[in-house]
């Protein structure tokens, strides 16, 4: 991906943007109690005294949220800091129970990481930096229009765990946000901390951006675009706020610093006013300082996986992939396990790419399956592979084959058999069907030994449907030609 | 520092203390009052000091991921003020008003 | 008269000599003598004797264990910011009147676990912001002694339950001196544990960082046992500590020869009122006959710890106390939407005091002024902090102060803020360096009772019941002359 200049209100201005991703943590539990951190459970079934904040209850830390929040600034690139400080966030909201979020402040779990989003014309890469993460709990659900007249509160999800990244001002264009928002989120995908899901709101983005004119390096006064729910849809309130930013400008106004909301097509105020967001945060008092030993961020930066980057570069090599093939291959790191089980136990990473590319892919997206739960082990899809190389079964038959391994999870050496999809390259049985077919169509017949060559597909798929898709195409190939050369 | 009957309305609007106006005006002397005496604190060096947090702590411990979670000897309708199928129910706000607006 | 001692309960319980009924029996017939009723002391915030009886009930089960619970059989009162799960913690506030807890407090399970019996909630300053249970929505407390006076607070309460001889032991809690002052007010010991010794679970907190559940006895026996039971590491507290919990009862028998005394000279200022020094004097005659070394030492920060703590405990319950909304439990006051819900619930259900103080702490915090006062205010509280610890690293033992600068005061009598701030003016300090402290009666003036405060570095309990037991045995009757 280059960079495109900004195409929106003329080259004179700058777009800055910064975005503020908040990303849920997959733990069982949530992050300062017991309770069930699942998603879709009855409203406020998963509560206890801690996270509906009855009097005197506490906050215990989850070790497993820990974990994933260092995981994840690893994967970042991030410094980890070994000493970071819980901190209260304090305002009142019905879905907030304690009055107060216990997030972190001015000392964080992690500063100063950095991702690539792509390359310039010049080849230079496009580093975006990341000011910091922290982890905090989220807060519950209100609900404005379940029963008239009230806002509905569902405390299941107050206290999941979560983590805030937040990049520097570092983009400048609605497409870099949406490519630092997909790099983002493929290399958190592959470790695996979360489930990422715009719709279920385990991962949620807010955009500051703000407008200068081309050459100025002080920034101009930002605003903060809200309820934005997919990455498209920010690229496009990027747009349009960076536009109205534009046109405030060159009339000679004053952008005010607020927030705004998005809608799906504009953005309007929120109407609260600035001043009134005096969080009061301080230390908080009932959870001492997480101290992490320096061993063990060591040890974790070393048990990551494997990242996309490095996972794309690797793929190029070992398996002598082309961009395209490995963009598509590496796109999610489940599918990517998947292709390299495959191209080792097959030995021909090509054949294997283009079967998982092809039919693999396809047969996902049709079931709307994940690659985790597809019925096809790597090791039938190898074996499969391995019986059309050696010419047991046609490519033809392989994709009857496979749909059959689809539905049944059987074995393909076992259905070929099963099913009589064995390649046929008998002389004989070829010629049988061939006379059966040229007989059937006489005219095709004639004009292809006349010289039209192009019916030479007609007359082989006749056979090949005759056969049941059984013939050797080759030798088939072979034999028509033979038999009907004048 | 003074405290002027402003920042006691503000900081009453922070805290959702409603406050009345008499009651405003009373307060801004007594929290004066008091304030005068924290002043004595502006006149210690504590130049490098450290904060005290977590006074006779040791680290903070974690636990495992897992449950079962704390039990409620009874359930939420049992002592929350409004709820209707299993929700906690408060006066409606207007669909996009933030944190900060309620 | 007074109640039996809870050892004495507890062997005559487990040798079947007497029926936790008959106990509970006790202990009822003597609140209905004392007046401990609402137009009376007004002790208790809650009494439900009928659940007490089935509590009793039960401890009939319980004789065949191999050890019995320490407090088995032993009625106990209970301060009404502690969470019990079968009468109402109300706090001494309207905002949760009503409310009973869906969970206990650890340190309730494990007095029940103990076989002890909880006799009702005492009434107590709201929110356990106060220092003399004046200011509590239920009507102020009497102190049993002299009922036209305060028992002191916050737990006044739980203290005049002991004082009265309706049980041998109540639990407080502390968090500038809640337990301490009462004690010392009501003629009985009182103790604060270390920061962190103690879990807080169920309690409701004031000011975390300074937050402590307190004991008051008797006797230092009976409170010495009643802490044994509830120390100990809690997994569902952060900040309580996994240290092994000595036996305390076991520093009843030790002597004090050769225990260094130290005598901050900053508690004992010019000003102190002389007949509390007598009494002081006195005691420290007492320590210094049985073979204690007593010396002069300083604790050169202490005439900050009132502003020190009335910055940080504000700042802290302001926090702690946005949870009072009315959305999830207690108080609900419908107003204009939601803001004026909020604002009607809370102006509706918080006396005056609180209401002080939560401005004070949101204040405090808020932005522009959080440099200037809190985080000056936890700077000044590591010096504070770091005078003991230099003390105690001198090889001083414990240490002996007054508890309170006054005897009970007359209710009413003290209606200015900041005044009432300062009898905390000798306790306040433990609580911000987290050290363990204990009142023990010394002495009386005009009838009224005197307290005598040790003071011991973290997690030395042990040494400060030990200087206690000594000094509580050399007195004898003089602690109530």
Known sequence: MTTADSKTAGESWEMVVGLEVHVQLKTRTKIFCSCSAEYGAAPNANTCPVCLALPGALPVLNAHAVALATRAVLALNCEVQPVSVFARKNYFYPDLPKGYQISQFDKPLALRGWIEIGTRADHSPIRIGVTRVHMEEDAGKSIHDRFPGVTAVDLNRSGVPLIEIVSEPDIRSAEEAGAYLRVLKQILEYVDVSDLNMEEGSLRVDANVSARRRGDTKLGTKTEVKNVNSFSGVERALEVEFARHVAVLEAGGAIEQQTMLWDGSTVRPARSKEGSHDYRYFPEPDLPPLILDLQWIEKERHDLPELPAARRKRFASEYKLGEYDVEVLTSNPRLADYYESVARAHGEPKAAANWVMGEVMATLKTSDEDITRFRVRPADLAALLGLVRDGVVSHTAAKQIFARMVATGDQPAQIAEREGLVKVDDDSQLSTWLDEVIAEHPSEAERFRSGEKKLQGVLIGAVMKKSKGRADPRKLTQLLTARLTS | ?102 | MTARCCADVRSDTAAGRVTAADTLTAAIDRAHDVGAGREGLNIFAWRDDDDARRQAATIGDRLADTTPGALLGVPIAVKDNIATRTMPTTCGSRILEGYVSPYEATVVRRLREAGGIVFGKTNMDEFAMGSSTEHSAYGPTRNPIAPDRVPGGSSGGSAAAVASGIVSIALGSETGGSVRQPAAFCGIVGVKPTYGRVSRFGLVAFASSLDQVGVFGQTVDDAARGLAVIAGHDEMDSTSADIAVPDYTAAASTDVKGLVVGLPKEYFPASLDPAIRAKCDAAIAHLKALGATVKEVSLPHTDLAIPVYYIIAPAEASSNLARFDGVRYGLRITGDGLRGMYEATRSGGFGSEVTRRILLGTYVLSAGYYDAYYRKAQQVRTLIANDFRRVFDSGVHVLFTPTAPSTAFPIGAISDPYEMYLSDIFTATANLAGVPAMSIPIGRIGGLPVGGQFLATHFDEARMFNAAYALERALGAEARA
Request: net charge negative; charged share 25%.
């Open chain 2, 1 to 102: 520092m003074a405290v002027t009957i402003d920042d006691v309305r503000h900081i009453a609007t922070l805290a959702r203390l409603g406050l009345p106006d008499a009651r405003a005006a009373s307060i801004v002397a007594e929290l004066n009052t008091i304030l005068e005496h924290m002043d004595e604190l502006a006149k210690v060096d504590t130049t490098g000091v450290e904060e005290a947090i977590g006074v006779g702590a040791e680290g903070l411990p974690v636990r495992a991921d897992k449950g079962p979670p704390f039990p409620l000897a009874r359930s939420l309708d049992a002592f929350a003020p409004s709820v209707r199928d299993g929700f906690l129910l408060v006066p409606r706000l207007s669909t996009h008003e933030s944190p900060e607006e309620a």
